[in-house]
């Protein structure tokens, strides 16, 4: 129901068949995330808590937006401002799907780039010392910890 009402309030459009294809993307949607098992629980015994997935997701954008003028500001300022680093990162998710939101996040977040996801660790190619230095603190995975919910019987 919440896809549906952010679907109409999005689109705008009341015709049978735009309301129509609203509701079959929806139905997709859904079927997907209950095929992947974001919904539910995965084979782990987790799931993702929507309420604090959406409280991340604006905290990463506020992320997003200070490393953009971070990499702006370096690639602006005259003479060599970058210095790339690799670094591995810690990975303390319960589930892949965590591990794979931890992951993503580094990706979106201009001047970092996860290359490779392992069980306990996430290896990344950062521009700078710094944005590496921020990574190894390990706040975006201690967000995604948050956002994880156990649901062990």
């Keep these: 129901m919440v896809l549906a009402a952010l679907w109409f309030a999005l689109s705008g459009h009341t015709s049978t068949l735009m309301l129509s294809l609203g509701a079959a993307s929806c139905l997709l949607v859904l079927w997907l995330s209950v095929r992947m098992r974001l919904v539910g629980g995965d084979k782990t015994g ?14 990463l954008l506020g992320e997003i937006v ?27 998710q319960v589930s892949e799907v965590g591990r794979v939101i931890h992951a993503n996040s580094i990706t979106l977040t201009p001047g970092t780039l996860a290359i490779e996801v392992g069980e306990q660790d ?7 010392a710094a944005a590496a230095d921020d990574l190894a603190a390990g706040e975006i995975g201690r967000r995604v910890c948050l956002i994880e919910r156990a649901t062990y019987v």
């Design 46 to 59: 987790t799931s993702i808590k929507p309420i604090a997935f959406v409280t991340y997701c604006v905290w």
């Design 66 to 92: 200070k490393a953009n003028l971070d990499v702006s500001k370096r690639i602006l300022t005259p003479g060599p401002s970058f210095d790339p680093v690799i670094i591995t990162v810690k990975a303390d």
């Design 122 to 128: 996430i290896e990344v190619h950062a521009l700078s």
